[in-house]
């Protein structure tokens, strides 16, 4: 694999990992331990902390990032977390992700701890994600945010979300969303592409970890039409849909996936910036987070997503 250079001695160092769903429960604790181990700076946002009516009576838990001392009207941006659909949720006032939106693009960031699979399959954590954002179109005027500028942006599972939120509130009539960031986004439930067959290595996100993704995420038995909201590379019809940003990472198995769901967005006459990260794996950062191409990854990430929404 071609590695990039200073990437090179921290994968040469990682060892083969199991299955993410081997023992989902492991996994659970693994992510949320590594997660605590990293700096978590709050003095520049205001936390809020907050339950939300679900769409079928349940309660969503959801965190509400502002920039400290800021009482202008500003962008939001919702927020939805990665993990297979399965893991990945942060302490309440704690993802540090919303944190860096709210410090780096200006923008009230909301995140939402969805209902995760298998124990709530597909559409049970896209539901929560869209009630989401009907709340802050609705509560715009207590948020003090611009409702003609809300984004919604996710890493990996939580790209898929983005691109799922995008297609269905276009369909259901639903709030505007002004424009859709994903970051190495899980768009294809079917996995069958050539970066997928090529990109094999145990050590990092593979073949193996999206086969089981789907089978946990997926209704069971699964239908013989998936529905385009839990795999939006099915879609036929990408018109009328946000501008997009699409990160992608040269040795993830997701790539060309990704890639292929840009390009059609493109052919759709949707605008769409796509940004390849040389010789990194799904969700490098976590490995090597101070590394300057983590950081370089993230400004540019989120300096595209502040560019988006400053108007």
């Given amino acids: 694999m071609a590695v990039h250079p200073e990437l ?14 081997d023992d989902l429960a492991a996994t659970r604790r693994n992510f949320e331990a590594t997660m605590d181990r990293l700096p978590l700076d709050t003095s520049r946002v205001e936390i809020e902390n907050l339950e939300i009516e679900g769409p079928d009576g349940n309660l969503v838990p959801i965190s509400v990032y502002r920039p400290k001392g800021v009482a202008d009207v500003l962008p939001a941006v919702l927020h939805l977390h990665g993990g297979s659909f399965a893991f990945g949720r942060s302490r309440p006032g704690a993802d540090r992700t919303a944190i860096a939106i709210a410090e780096q693009v200006g923008a ?4 939402v701890d969805y209902r995760l699979a298998p124990e709530h399959r597909y559409p049970a954590g896209m539901e929560d994600c869209y009630a989401a954002l009907e709340w802050i179109a609705e509560n715009a005027g207590d948020l003090r945010v611009d409702p003609e500028r809300i984004a919604v942006t996710g890493k990996s599972a939580g790209g898929g979300l983005t691109a799922a939120l995008a297609l269905l509130s276009r369909d259901r009539g639903g709030p505007a969303i002004a424009y859709q960031s994903m970051y190495i986004p899980t768009v294809d439930h079917r996995h069958d592409t050539e970066s997928a067959r090529a990109i094999t290595d145990r050590r990092f996100l593979n073949d193996t ?23 939006p590379a099915h879609a036929t019809d990408l018109s009328g849909l946000p501008s997009a940003f699409v990160l992608v990472c040269d040795l993830d198995p997701l790539r060309d996936e990704a890639l292929d769901y840009a390009r059609r ?10 940004c ?5 794996w799904h969700m490098f950062e976590l490995s090597a987070p101070d590394s300057a191409l983590a950081r370089d990854t993230q400004r540019k990430w989120l300096g595209e997503l502040r560019v988006a929404l400053d108007r």
């Fill in 8 to 21: 090179a001695d921290v994968l040469a160092a990682m060892h083969e990992r199991p299955n993410f769903f």
């Fill in 108 to 111: 009230v960031a909301v995140s």
């Fill in 209 to 231: 970890d999206m086969t089981q993704t789907y089978a946990h995420y997926l209704p069971q038995p699964v239908a013989d039409a998936v529905p385009v909201y839990a795999s």
């Fill in 265 to 274: 967005l493109m052919d759709s006459g949707t605008p769409v910036t796509v």
């Fill in 276 to 280: 390849n990260v040389p010789g990194a």
